[in-house]
């Protein structure tokens, strides 16, 4: 028998009664993990500022650098060992004046609706765009209506979230491609723009934003781009079909610029045994802007920030280094998530474990996990530590988009999962607000994540 088949045999031998063993040792840390940050918890409050006082944190807005400082300071506070800012080149994007749309039905009879431009979209002319309209149900439908039926049309994309699946995430997956590439697709036919349905589960009247690309489009050629909120949707579809030579107007203003210089912001509690080897907990620092970016993503920030504050207040001294990483424009390029993971690589940074909060502050439910069978091995065996707090998802699947770039064999990636059912009636628009962040529900799901590092910190990733 091979030597790695013997060691894998008798971990995996090992791990058969280390559930009882871990329950006894750590339920009682983890009961003051959760005591302390629902007691005496700090998220909230700097929820509460990042929000109200900073507001929505856009890349490279003074929003963003406002943000930066400000959770910079309030790191400085926690007397970590280390804590400095990281630099990356951002893109910028503004939206200028707010966005006005309107179906004309005949001559004079107009019927307003709410739209919003997507993230990175051109903007129509000065005097707005206004054309005819064809309804499709998603970019692969546009080959079947073609050139002779798009051209000088808006497209109206119109494929709603999935209802009928439990995981909202798998719903917005299955629809965010129009969404991302749909005025791309759509200007090859010749449209002279693009109307998106909000990704959103519940009707109402907020339009929600989120990125595109134009890819390779050269510039002359790319059309503008917006999204219509679901009621709105709705009434333009109905309509359609009564008037189908019913025209759409929209105006925006938005303005791409050139890069700009904005950072990550990092802070270490530096590992006694093992200060060489990395965990990080983080979620992304920018927002989208018709809201305070409250569930997406401040709450996983302020979540991040607690966990290395909890360790603080409760005097542990980590096996290994413990990060907390703010990252700067997950939500339009990634560059502080690719960053980081350069700068990772060029110091030969060996990263063993990294959790990210990206699914917005709702009520703590478990985490998904990308990692090996071993590993997964060991997380199950912890379920029962998490079972007192209501905490029972444990699963194998994706962990969050600025971790993504750290994946390497061995590695533990691992996502925080609130209950998502109500997340999408947030996400990208203009009511993702303080409000409605509930207090005992973010400061639950800082709890899990530090209990979970805390675990990996303890015993360690396996293979590694």
């Given amino acids: 028998m091979k030597k790695n088949t013997i060691i894998l045999l008798f971990l995996l031998f090992a791990l058969q009664g280390y559930s009882q063993q871990v329950n006894s040792q750590d339920s009682l840390t983890i009961r003051s993990i959760y005591d302390m940050a629902l007691l005496n918890g700090k998220s909230y409050d700097w929820l509460d500022y990042l929000s109200n006082n900073i507001g929505g944190r856009l890349s490279g807005t003074l929003n963003a650098a406002m943000a930066v400082q400000y959770t910079k300071e309030e790191l400085d506070k926690l007397g970590l060992d280390k804590v400095w800012l990281q630099p990356v080149l951002v893109p910028k994007w503004t939206r200028g004046f707010p966005e006005y749309a309107y179906l004309e039905t005949g001559p004079g ?172 907990v983080g979620g992304h620092l920018d927002s989208w802007d018709l809201g305070d970016g409250s569930h997406d993503d401040g709450a996983g920030c302020v979540q991040s920030m607690e966990v290395l504050r909890l360790f603080k207040e409760m005097n542990y001294k980590p096996k290994h280094s413990i990060r907390v990483v703010l990252f700067m424009n997950e939500e339009n390029g990634l560059r502080g998530a690719t960053k980081y993971a350069a700068e990772a690589k060029r110091k030969g940074e060996k990263h063993v474990f990294a959790l990210e909060s990206d699914a917005g502050g709702f009520t703590p439910r478990g985490f998904s996990f990308d990692c090996d069978d071993l590993n997964f091995e060991l997380v199950q065996g912890w379920e029962a530590l998490f079972k007192p707090y209501l905490i029972h998802f444990f699963e194998r699947g994706g962990s969050g988009a600025d971790i993504g770039p750290l994946k390497k064999p061995g590695m533990v990636l691992a996502g925080l999962r609130p209950d998502s059912q109500r997340y999408f009636d947030y996400h990208h628009a203009a009511n993702d607000t303080f409000d409605a962040v509930n207090k005992r529900e973010l400061e639950l799901g800082g709890a899990t994540m530090a209990s979970l590092i805390y675990l990996f910190d303890t015993y360690g990733v396996l293979s590694n």
Avoid: W
Wanted: aromatic letters at 8%; charged letters at 20%; one cysteine or more.
């Fill in 109 to 280: 009879k107009t019927i307003r609706t709410d739209v919003c431009a997507l993230g990175g979209s051109v903007s129509t002319s000065e005097i707005g765009l206004k054309a005819g309209v064809i309804e499709v149900q998603g970019i692969e439908d546009l080959a079947r209506y073609g050139r002779e039926q798009i051209e000088g049309k808006i497209v109206f994309y119109n494929r709603p979230m999935q209802a009928d699946l439990i995981q909202t995430f798998e719903a917005y997956g299955g629809c965010v491609d129009q969404r991302y590439a749909g005025a791309m697709e759509a200007a090859k036919y010749g449209a002279v723009g693009v109307v998106v349905r909000s990704m959103n589960l519940r009707l109402d009247d907020f339009p929600h934003t989120g990125t595109m690309t134009y890819g390779d489009t050269p510039v002359n050629e790319r059309i503008p781009a917006c999204a219509i909120s679901t009621r709105g949707a709705n009434v333009l579809s109905s309509t359609l079909k009564l008037l189908p030579s019913l025209q759409f107007y929209f105006k925006q203003s938005c303005t791409n610029y050139d890069d700009v210089l904005s950072h990550n912001v990092i802070g270490e509690i530096t590992g006694s045994k093992y200060p060489n080897k990395y965990m990080i």
